[in-house]
C-alpha cells in the first residue's frame, strides 16, 4: 500500500511501528470491549508455538465470550495466579468460576480468595471442557 504512493518502507520498519504501537492500539481498544458475565469457565491448554509448547490459560463467560488469556511456559500456581490477576483486573470479579481438578489454579484462587471479604464461588470439575480456541 505504501509503495503505491511511492514511498519505499522496510520490512523492519514495519516491524519497529508494530512493536511501538500494537500496545496502543491495545489499550484503546480494551475501553470498547463487551463487559463479561459474572460466571468464568476457566482451562488451560498445551499448545505448540514455534516450535515451543506453551501453556495458554484462558477463560470464558456463559455466552462464550472470552474474558482473558495468558501464555505462560509453566503449569504452576504462579502462573495461575498471574492468570486470574490480569483477568479480575481488566473484567471485574467474578461471581464464580468453573475450572477443572488442576491443583495449581485451586491453590492460585485460594490465595486470591484468602485476602477477600466476599470469596470466589470455586467449582471443579474432574473433565471441564469449554470450546475451541
Known amino acids: 500500500m505504501m509503495e503505491e504512493r511511492g514511498v519505499l518502507v522496510d520490512h523492519s520498519s514495519i516491524s519497529r511501528w ?28 498445551y499448545i505448540k508455538i514455534k516450535g515451543v509448547w506453551k501453556y495458554l490459560y484462558r477463560a470464558v ?7 482473558d488469556f495468558l501464555l505462560k511456559a509453566k503449569r504452576d500456581m504462579a502462573a495461575a495466579k498471574r492468570f ?3 483477568a479480575i483486573r481488566a473484567n471485574g470479579d467474578p461471581d464464580k468460576v468453573a475450572m477443572d481438578k488442576s491443583g495449581a489454579n485451586k491453590a492460585a484462587i485460594d490465595a486470591i480468595n484468602a485476602g477477600r471479604d466476599v470469596p470466589i464461588l470455586v467449582r471443579q470439575i474432574k473433565y ?5 480456541i
Do not use: C, N
Request: aromatic share 12%; glycine share 12%.
Open 84 to 86: 486470574f490477576d490480569k
Open 61 to 67: 463467560d456463559k455466552q462464550g465470550t472470552t474474558v
Open 128 to 132: 471441564l471442557i469449554f470450546g475451541y
Open 18 to 45: 508494530a512493536i511501538r504501537f500494537l500496545p496502543l492500539i491495545e489499550k484503546m481498544a480494551r475501553k470498547h470491549k463487551r463487559l463479561v458475565g459474572g460466571s468464568w469457565r476457566m482451562g488451560e491448554m
